[in-house]
């Protein structure tokens, strides 16, 4: 019978353990992978809280619809015309779902950032947390800025438009309709400096990579203005790119003030 060889215990070769194909997500983000499903499953998740989200606040903006309309009401003066037997009705709930998306915006925002940004640690949750209530503000200050500053000239340039022509007899749903999205897009474009400050904070985004872009930015606003007011008249776009530009400036001063905060906290975190 052979005998069996056996190598040293020291020169026996160490076969190393496979390596794992997905980590498992920690508690607080770190080092999270996802495969295709989670990630549609995340964004299954992520979207049906943004809707209970919008749900509830259209639900709590249903007893302010009333006082809403009758100020959207005030720049055109008169009775809204109701062509269809429902017209009311639904832009009643129209404006209840403007209300209802303002009170869930911090819901909603962080939910979308959150799927973008997925694997955030505790600390980076904690500094995104603390950014909601000044994005929702700056949300308010855009849907002010429109009310006040960007509705009246518009209104006055399209009810003043070749007057010999054309007799303005707005119906509720497209008045209603172009105030509402004024607005509510607005006061979304007036968030972005801060999520611009939360992204550099994260060492996602440079001051450098967006002035260098300015080109796009240029274009970009030019898009939005067109998106955003009806008109093809360049006083109207000219009053929504604006202030689109300048909320780009200061976002890349934010930015820079971002990196720097950034990197003074991981100084003293080393």
């Known amino acids: 019978m052979t005998p069996k060889l056996r190598l040293p215990r020291g020169n026996r070769k160490q076969i190393p353990p496979p390596e794992p194909t997905e980590i498992e997500e920690t508690g607080d983000g770190d080092g999270a992978r996802m495969g295709l499903f989670d990630h549609l499953n995340e964004l ?30 005030r720049p055109y003066g008169r009775e809204f015309t109701a062509l269809g037997p429902t017209d009311s009705v639904v832009n009643y709930f129209r404006v209840a779902l403007m209300i209802g998306a303002i009170i869930s ?36 200050i855009g849907a002010a800025f429109a009310w006040f500053l960007l509705v009246p000239p518009a209104l006055g340039f399209l009810e003043g438009f070749q007057p010999t022509i054309f007799k303005p007899e707005w119906t ?53 203005a067109a998106a955003i007011t009806p008109t093809i008249d360049p006083v109207n776009m000219g009053l929504v790119m604006g202030p689109l530009l300048a909320l780009y400036g200061l976002s890349i001063i934010l930015v820079a003030i971002g990196r720097r905060f950034a990197r003074i906290d991981d100084g003293a975190a080393a």
Do not use: C, N
Request: charged share 10%; no cysteine.
């Open 105 to 140: 915006i911090p819901v909603t925002t962080y939910q979308i950032l959150m799927f973008i940004l997925p694997g955030l640690t505790r600390k980076e949750r904690r500094y995104l947390l603390t950014a909601l209530p000044a994005i929702t503000g700056l949300f308010l």
């Open 44 to 73: 299954r998740v992520r979207a049906f809280r943004a809707v209970i989200a919008l749900v509830i606040g259209t639900i709590a903006g249903i007893p302010l619809a009333t006082p809403v309309l009758m100020e959207l009401q």
């Open 172 to 224: 509720a749903d497209l008045y209603l309709s172009f105030v509402t999205a004024l607005i509510f897009w607005m006061g979304v474009a007036f968030q972005t400096p801060l999520v611009f400050f939360v992204l550099a904070v994260l060492g996602i985004v440079t001051a450098g990579a967006l002035l260098r872009q300015w080109r796009i930015a240029i274009v970009g606003a030019a898009i939005a």
